[in-house]
T-cell receptor
């Protein structure tokens, strides 16, 4: 059974703080993704990675960076958190980039920036 | 304009009834289509892929209409456990594994 875990379920940070969100998958998947989910907007892709040390911008990369030093781990970094980054953050992984690949999601991190 | 649009609902459905809803997509290069299910405060999970000829999985039927660029999901004999948000998901050939998500359609099945 595929398992994607995220380091925290709930996080509260102050404006300007550096925030690290960690994601780990245990199924040797090539692709990993970071999304944010906001009411009425659905899931929006922030960054994705198709290999170790490789990363690609998604639809809303501004204010975020990522790191993938090991295949199983994909980190999302908010260099200087702002209140408009308050959101639910979801990590996902998929075996490859094939058209029919299912994405497996972690339980999410609800981040509040005050 | 959003790439994937859904009626947010909620669709209130009596237990045992049938409910159907659509999702429209704007990119004609879209090649793969999925329905994901998201329970309240949980992560999305794949419900079913949508194939060109339409496909069924138990009480769930998915259809694809390429000419009009929409997909549909029909749930027969609704159960209380079907209450969830259903996310329409689309992938294009040039998007290398990236998915475009709709904002979801909420279904509430009532006793």
């Amino acid at each position: 059974d595929v398992k994607v875990t995220q380091s925290s379920r709930y996080l509260v940070k102050r404006t300007g703080e550096k925030v690290f969100l960690e994601c780990v998958q245990d199924m040797d998947h090539e692709n990993m993704f970071w999304y944010r989910q906001d009411p009425g907007l659905g899931l929006r892709l922030i960054y994705f990675s198709y290999d170790v040390k490789m990363k690609e911008k998604g639809d809303i990369p501004e204010g975020y960076s990522v790191s993938r030093e090991k295949k199983e781990r994909f980190s999302l970094i908010l260099e200087s958190a702002s209140t408009n980054q308050t959101s639910m953050y979801l990590c996902a992984s998929s075996p490859t980039g094939a058209l029919r690949d299912e994405q497996y999601f972690g339980p999410g991190t609800r981040l509040t920036v005050t | 304009r959003k790439e994937v649009e859904q009626d947010p609902g909620p669709f209130n459905v009596p237990e045992g009834a049938t409910v159907a809803f659509n999702c429209t997509y704007s990119n004609s290069a879209s090649q793969s289509f999925f329905w994901y299910r998201q329970d309240c405060r949980k992560e999305p999970k794949l419900l079913m892929s949508v194939y060109s000829s339409g496909n069924e999985d138990g009480r769930f039927t998915a259809q694809l209409n390429r000419a009009s660029q929409y997909i549909s999901l029909l749930i027969r004999d609704s159960k209380l456990s079907d209450s969830a948000t259903y996310l329409c998901v689309v992938m294009t050939t040039d998007s290398w594994g990236k998915l475009q998500f709709g904002a979801g359609t909420q279904v509430v099945v009532t006793p």
